[in-house]
């Protein structure tokens, strides 16, 4: 492995400053803020440029149904879809997560059909996916989606939630019950219904060549939703 030299660039964001502390904790490659840096890894919420890329880069944007792509020389482009987190702004993952919590803390109605299907995927795979991509001896050309591979109904997602959020409140009471501590399955109403799913093989064929497996996520739902509610509730 090559040690390489690291620049951050555009917007300042949750998942820019997870990334940086990934890299700086790992000490594989140095993080610079020189004139020689030999990849750049820039972040970007709007539909235009704000810093110019001249050198080989990984471009991280968040993904919605009009983006269009800057498809630049020498550059992998991210478009982030379904980032499983807290944003109540739905800037880099959907407010879906905010609300329904919202929900849980207030007791008020929720109407779960308004919700669309999600491809949800967790801060931890796309950490460790721009891992991956770091390693590429060179940064080809390529515009891709990101997000998980399974869909995901608000009703099952919002199952899961309810269900932790009941357990952790319980625990904080030491009225942990029955109910609590079963096994439950993970509900998958999407199977009964037509949805297109994301175009991922571009992605995944990029992946495979550096390490044989392709685009995996690894992280269980239930794990993504826990680190929410450990943002929101007080132990």
Known sequence: MIQKNISFSGDTNFLKDLIKNRITDRMLHKITENSKQSLTIHFETGNYLKNEINIPSIIVRP????????????????????????????????????????????????????????????????????????????????????????????????????????RINNSKLNQIDIIDLEVKEIQNSSTNYDYSTPNLSDLHNLLKIQNGKGWVTNTPIRISLMECLEEIIKF
């Open 63 to 166: 993904w919605h149904k009009q983006i269009i792509p800057f498809a630049l020389d020498n550059c992998i482009e991210l478009h982030i879809r379904d980032l499983l987190c807290i944003d109540s702004e739905g800037e880099w993952g959907p407010k879906d997560i905010s609300d329904w919590i919202d929900t849980l803390e207030t007791n008020n109605t929720l109407n779960l059909e308004k919700y669309p299907v999600r491809f949800w995927t967790s801060k931890s795979d796309i950490i460790t996916l721009i891992e991956t991509l770091i390693e590429i001896p060179e940064i080809p050309t390529l515009v891709t989606e990101v997000c998980g591979r399974r869909p995901w109904f608000a009703n099952d997602t919002f199952s899961e939630l309810k269900m932790l959020w009941r």
